[in-house]
């Protein structure tokens, strides 16, 4: 199952909206006979790859796959059905599928077949490995993920707003990664005015983001702005109050960006759920915040971080009005703060990257 946990993610940025699924056929002494991932979003399951590149082997063999077995028709027809007829012994499944329309009938079919079916190995990655497209199908949002930069005494920017750069050029490399799995990138009016950023992946990723602005009266954006510059390079959507003047959006639509008006909350902002709903609406999976510390904050405030990615620079830049990442309310007492999970560190050069998930409840 390891091993088919370490192929599956060969399919991220590719499979989205589907999960990233992967499986291994091997002898019941654990011997690998083939492996199979999910590739790309319309093509083969991870079984059915495995399953085709063992031919025969697959005869009274065992199949190791991380999610449980489709059981209806999509993009591809059940693999249960190729599973059942590849004549395995055993079938070791990861986690159940929590899509409604599998939810174990999968496994169920396996079992009504006479197959024997373990269910759990591995679950708690298999799981993880499942998060965004979990949250996607039971949320009906994507997971989103948090990502900043900051000195070593917690600064985002300097007191003044300056802000580039606070991490190395290899720090950024990574970002531009990130952006280039992601579906869509969201920053908020206080950035676009501040460092005018482009927020491409470069070079190109497997996925070209949408590039959403948060920004209530929809005034950050002008002809000249990098963002609506770079138009050919991807989309922009700017999220504006339901409010704002039909001058202001006809102004913001003839700079050919999507506009998108939003509920507001009391205190006039923009609703992030409803963002948040709206690119679930379009099968947004994962998205990457790349803001400032007030959309960071009510974000943070709105429990809608699902996973950090913080890069530390070893500089101190101090100031009591320099910003630090997560402004907003903030927790009141220490036993609210939520813990992190899945916490991994990385050096890149002299900087160092901590990511993690956010755990809820
Ligand atoms: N080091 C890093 O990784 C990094 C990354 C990005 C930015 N920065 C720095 O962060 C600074 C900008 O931060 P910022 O906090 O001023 O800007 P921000 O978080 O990017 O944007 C904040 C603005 O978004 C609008 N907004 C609309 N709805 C909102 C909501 N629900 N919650 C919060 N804001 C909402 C508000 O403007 P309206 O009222 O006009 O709508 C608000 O002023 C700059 O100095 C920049 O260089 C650093």
Redesign the pocket.
């Known amino acids: 199952m390891q091993v088919a946990l370490q192929y599956a993610r060969h399919g991220e940025g590719h499979v989205e909206p589907n999960p990233m699924v992967g499986a291994v056929v091997a002898t019941a002494d654990g011997a690998i006979i083939s492996i199979g991932y999910h590739q790309q979003f319309g093509d083969a399951h991870a079984e059915l790859n495995a399953i085709q590149a063992a031919g025969l082997d697959t005869l009274g063999n065992d199949l190791y796959v991380t999610l449980e077995p489709c059981c209806h028709f999509g993009k591809t027809p059940p693999c249960v059905d190729a599973v059942i007829q590849a004549g395995f012994r055993r079938v070791f499944v990861g986690c159940q599928d929590p899509a409604p329309h599998v939810a174990g009938q999968g496994i169920e079919r396996l079992r009504a077949a006479g197959l024997q079916v373990t269910v759990g190995v591995c679950e708690s990655q298999s799981r993880r490995l499942i998060a965004p497209f979990e949250m996607l199908m039971l949320q009906r949002r994507p997971w989103i993920h948090a ?4 000195t070593l005494d917690g600064r ?2 300097s007191r003044t ?3 580039k750069w ?1 991490s190395s050029d290899a720090s950024r490399a990574v970002v531009h990664q990130l952006r280039g799995r992601m579906d869509a990138v969201i ?5 676009v005015r ?2 005018d950023p482009l927020l491409t992946a470069r070079p190109r990723g497997a996925r070209i983001p949408l590039r959403v602005v ?4 929809g ?2 954006l002008h002809a000249d702005t990098k963002l609506v510059k770079s138009l050919s390079q991807g989309a922009v959507l700017v999220c504006v109050a339901d409010h704002i003047s039909g001058k202001q959006i006809e102004r913001l639509k003839s700079l050919e960006v999507e506009v998108l008006p939003c509920a507001v ?1 009391k205190l006039g ?2 609703d ?1 759920h409803a963002v948040m709903a709206e690119l679930g609406r379009r099968d947004c999976t994962n998205v990457l915040t ?7 904050g ?1 974000l943070f405030d709105s429990s809608l971080i699902d996973e950090v990615h913080i890069f530390i620079a070893p500089r101190l830049t101090g100031g009591s009005s320099a ?1 630090g990442p997560l ?1 907003g309310l903030g927790r009141d007492s220490i036993p609210k703060i939520p813990n992190v999970q899945h916490l991994r560190h990385t050096s890149i050069g002299d900087d160092l990257l901590i990511e993690a998930d956010i755990r809820r409840g």
């Open positions: 990502k900043w930069a900051m985002i920017a707003g300056h802000s606070i920053t908020g009016a206080g950035t501040c460092d948060i920004d209530a009266d005034s950050s909350t902002r923009i992030l790349e803001a400032g510390s007030e959309i960071l009510s910003l402004g």
